[in-house]
């Protein structure tokens, strides 16, 4: 028996060690475009900024670790470019474009996204760079050496912290987002208006509400200015940040049924074709608070659903739940957090919510080292919550999880007012922020009775 997963992101290699794990006979196969395996993206901007110190520190496993020490094959640096779901076999270039073609019993399509690039005059200019594999990284590295300023297009989590990562290399910054704020897909914009100042304050330059109209060069064909409206602004490299669209080609040519976004699959990540699967950004799973078809780009989400892909494979039962979307982002010193929906997004989606918003400290006032830290709960009308935004100095991942948790299991407003929370003065202050932004909620629930 032999399973073929196509790609090496975090969603396919943990399909392969689960499978192995559970099955120690099955023959294993990765076929990968990429030189490098086992390496987290979301590491790149901080390779940038210095605070990892190269990007072969972010480098997990090589492929013949995964030979000798999981029995897996890993073949790098080759395309698929078809799979014929009836004779049950992926067809490949290999690194030297030699076409080759392998059989399988199981199918994992874990393609992954591609690089959203606007099409624009001057995407093809020397100094216009994408952030999606670690060959990427290297290039914006060393291209950022030589130059002295940027512009980072696209304000969601990756385009922020690389917004970042170039600034602390000493370069002119600015960050030009379509939306009316920063984090339009994680943050409202009351909480959004805190990161800004945050990085105005970097002195980053913030453009807003604008598109990216056109990329110009110089005689020589590289960068020298960006047009965003109707007006330039000077630069010597652009990052294009602008998000990944799921990569469903090979799925459709596998005759996989595609939804409304992306690959189609059920809750054992099968997909419409006996014996193929399908995990990672190439795949829509359903949003546990609206219950509709959605996008988890995340690496944590890949982790989970490689999991339970690589379980039902070995032949052990496993389901893969509704999401909240749960990120987490850390810009300099500035944590950044959300977890389910958003209050505008609740609106856009006609339901009532109530919210609770608290400004407070991450230790005892009277502690040395207390950093602010702001907390947005978003309530349904019955007092349940369904959102949590934070955006503070410290402990702000610890915090989302605990209220993803709390959303997953119904948790209501006023079972937060009351909630037993641990206390220390280097640590927390005797009542936490997210007791007193559920108290503020709790005030308003109480005006509606």
Not at 383 to 397: D, F, K, M, S
Request: glycine share 10%; with cysteine.
């Amino acid at each position: 028996m032999r399973t073929v997963v196509i790609g090496s992101g975090a969603g396919g290699l943990t399909t392969a060690s689960t499978i192995r794990k559970y099955n120690k006979n099955m023959e294993i196969v990765v076929i990968t475009k990429e030189k490098y395996v086992a390496y987290s993206p979301c590491a790149i901007p901080y390779v940038i900024s210095g605070e990892i110190p190269s990007f072969q520190h972010i480098v997990m496993h090589t492929p013949e670790y995964y030979r000798k020490n999981r029995n897996i094959e890993i073949i790098t640096e080759s395309i698929v470019v078809d799979v014929d779901s009836e004779k049950r076999e992926v067809v490949y270039y290999d690194r030297e474009g030699n076409k080759r073609t392998l059989k399988y019993d199981y199918l994992v399509i874990a393609t992954g996204g591609e690089t959203f690039i606007p099409p624009i005059e001057g995407r093809d200019l020397e100094g216009v760079f994408k952030v999606k594999t670690i060959e990427d990284g290297m290039k914006i590295k060393d291209y950022a050496q030589k130059s002295t300023s940027a512009t980072v297009v696209g304000a969601g989590a990756i385009g922020l912290e690389m917004a970042y990562g170039l600034r602390k290399l000493g370069l002119k910054v600015t960050l030009v987002e379509m939306a009316p704020q920063v984090l339009p897909r994680a943050l409202d914009i009351d909480m959004a208006e805190v990161v800004l100042k945050y990085l105005k304050d970097l002195g980053i330059e913030v453009i807003l509400g604008k598109p990216l109209s056109k990329i110009l060069g110089d005689k020589d064909g590289r960068v020298k200015e960006v047009v965003v409206g109707n007006k330039s602004h000077s630069c010597d490299m652009v990052v294009m940040a602008t998000g990944v669209r799921p990569n469903i080609e090979l799925a459709k040519r596998a005759g996989c049924e595609i939804g409304r976004l992306a690959i189609k699959v059920n809750s054992r990540m099968e997909t419409s074709v006996l014996n193929i699967y399908a995990v990672g950004d190439c795949v829509e799973t359903v949003d546990f608070i609206t219950g509709q078809p959605t996008l988890s780009p995340f690496g944590s989400t890949a982790v989970r659903q490689g999991k339970v892909a690589g379980k039902n494979i070995a032949g052990i039962s496993a389901e893969f739940k509704p999401v909240l979307n749960a990120m987490v982002s850390k810009i300099g010193d500035m944590e950044i957090g959300s977890t389910g929906i958003s209050e505008l997004r609740a609106h856009q989606s006609r339901m009532e919510v109530v919210v609770g918003k608290a400004k407070a400290l991450t230790r005892a006032r009277y502690y040395p080292g207390g950093k602010p830290i702001y907390v947005k709960l978003i309530f349904d009308i019955d007092g349940t919550l369904i959102g949590c935004q934070i955006v503070g100095g410290e402990r702000v991942a610890e915090r989302i999880d605990a209220m993803s948790l709390g959303i997953l299991k119904g948790v209501t407003c006023e079972e937060l007012v009351n909630m037993e929370f641990s206390y220390a003065p280097p640590v927390s202050m005797v009542v936490d922020p997210i007791a007193l932004a559920a108290e503020d909620a709790w005030d308003k629930f109480r005006k509606l009775k």
